[in-house]
């Protein structure tokens, strides 16, 4: 059973909203539920229209009428520096829940803290990096500048895999932007929305400027659909990622979208299979499969297939499954009972085709308690099979044999994603240019890798924009040209 017990949240019964811990305006509640006890650790509000209303009518007179974006970007980084202190201070807490939660080992999540405080503290040094206005000449010769300013009210829908890292890679640059913003938190995983809120609070951030909302999906809605939210920035599933592309597009919303993946991994001819296996079995485990940009299909020459689908299934097969708080735990269990039998319906629809089950596919026998699955891998896949086309969002890898270097790279993008993939070769000339080759968001080269500090996105349906970086920042901004006939000197000084 999970060592962790209780949640250390001050007001899981309220809403944050205006600055102020709000009664929300209805009695219920949602629980949430330890993922290795199935236990019931926290109770939160359950957000509803009025609720919507009241934190869209907060974010939207604290941009409108308040301080917040009239202040400078360094006034504003002092509460982005502030912030950080605040993660830091609580890094144990938002490692004990997002373990609890998700089924995150505690021995990674209890870096979390510096984590997401390293994300506000990078945002607050671009404070005076940052191009927020440039000069230009224009084309009669006159002087010109050209301003990015805040988008508006945003609307930041945050999943429950990783939400803390997710939703700092939301708020952070909204906020040194000069925007307001709503947090909608999963209600599967609402602990570091509420963290941030209590520490947003500490560090005296203006009314409306963070708003946190807990709420189901068809609440969450509204604030897709009302007219004063001005930008959504959503992480989550395709299928929900479509609904909401489809509804900003009726009333023009800006909208940033990081949706699924069916990420593959092309290992070459020239890489050893022993050393690719240790990678992948790895990244197979972290966070128990839930990640979207997991790499769960992996294409190998056929002559090499068997050899590599041994490896991989005696690699996987020495992880121990267990209480994500255990310290020799390798791979936890997954976030819920729901998100279980998801991940159980597909190995169902693999073992029912022709690929073969060559290791895992069930729940761990010594394990009575908790939402744990066992590591598992099919070979001889078939790209068109459903077990390769659709995101599993568990420890499940597909193996799929391929005749050579062109057609594995055929076979890495017929897929409708583009989020990640990895090419595994000793030559860095190849490596690159089968990255170049590769119609993904992010190539690593001979492990799974992503980087937030760069870049991070999809191309296809895996989304739009990028998250992360200084790429980061351009989603909450609206630029700006002003044409002047002589440049005013109070230009000049910003």
Same mark, same amino acid.
């Given at each position: 059973m999970s060592s962790f017990r209780t949640s250390q949240i001050k007001h899981p019964d309220k809403l944050f909203i205006n600055g102020i811990w709000t009664a929300p305006s209805t009695a219920g509640r949602i629980d949430v539920y330890d993922s290795a006890s199935e236990e019931v650790f926290l109770s939160v509000a359950d957000a509803q229209a009025a609720d919507v209303e009241l934190a869209v009518t907060a974010a939207r007179q604290a941009f409108d009428t308040g301080p917040w974006p009239r202040m400078s970007h360094a006034e504003r980084a002092t509460y982005l520096e502030k912030i950080a202190a605040g993660l830091t201070a609580r890094a144990g807490m938002l490692a004990d829940h997002w373990s609890a939660e998700a089924g995150v080992l505690r021995s990674m999540s209890e870096y979390s803290g510096p984590g997401l405080a390293q994300v506000f503290s990078y945002y607050a040094g671009l404070a005076n990096s940052f191009a927020w206005q440039e000069t230009h000449q224009a084309g009669d010769g006159k002087p010109a500048l050209l301003?990015?300013?805040?988008?508006?009210?945003?609307?930041?829908?945050?999943?429950?895999?990783?939400?803390?890292?997710?939703?700092?890679y939301k708020v952070a640059p909204a906020l040194i932007s000069g925007c307001t913003v709503i947090v909608k938190a999963s209600p599967e995983a609402p602990s570091a929305p509420y963290i941030l809120a209590e520490i947003c609070e500490e560090a005296g951030l203006p009314a409306g400027v963070l708003n946190v909302l807990t709420a189901q999906r068809e609440v969450s809605e509204l604030l897709v659909r009302d007219n004063r939210v001005d930008k959504i920035t959503f992480t989550g599933s395709t299928a929900a990622g479509q609904r909401i592309g489809s509804i900003c597009g009726e009333r023009i919303a800006r909208c940033t979208l990081e949706l699924g993946g069916k990420s593959p991994a092309i290992i070459l001819d020239d890489y050893d299979l022993e050393l690719a296996a240790e990678s992948l079995a790895a990244s197979t485990a972290l966070m128990t499969g839930q990640v979207c940009a997991a790499l769960s299909r992996i294409v190998v020459p056929k002559r090499r297939h068997d050899a590599f689908v041994e490896a991989l299934a005696c690699a996987l097969g020495r992880f121990k499954v267990g209480d994500p708080f255990a310290t020799d735990t390798q791979m936890g269990p997954l976030s819920s009972s729901v998100h279980r039998d998801r991940v159980e319906r597909y190995i169902a629809v693999g073992n029912a085709s022709k690929a073969r089950?060559?290791?895992?596919?069930?729940?761990?026998? +010594?394990? /009575?308690?908790?939402?744990? &699955?066992?590591?598992t891998v099919f070979s001889d896949v078939d790209n068109r099979?459903?077990?390769?086309?659709?995101?599993?969002?568990?420890?499940?890898?597909?193996?799929?044999?391929?005749? +050579?270097? /062109?057609?594995?790279?055929? &076979?890495a993008n017929d897929s409708e994603f583009g989020l990640n993939s990895s090419v595994f070769t000793h030559d860095p000339e190849r490596a690159y240019a089968v990255a170049r080759r590769l119609r993904t968001g992010t190539v690593g080269i001979n492990a799974f890798k992503f980087d937030f500090g760069i870049s991070f996105g999809g191309f296809k349906r895996s989304g739009i924009g990028r998250e992360g970086g200084r790429d980061g920042v351009l989603p909450f901004l609206e630029a700006k040209t002003i044409l002047f006939e002589e440049m005013p000197t109070t230009a000049v000084a910003l």
């Open positions: 301003v990015r300013e805040p988008v508006g009210v945003v609307a930041a829908i945050v999943p429950w895999n990783a939400p803390g890292l997710i939703m700092a089950l060559a290791l895992g596919g069930g729940r761990p026998r +010594d394990l /009575n308690r908790g939402y744990y &699955i066992e590591p099979d459903v077990i390769a086309r659709e995101e599993i969002f568990g420890p499940v890898v597909c193996v799929i044999p391929a005749d +050579d270097e /062109n057609q594995a790279i055929d &076979i």
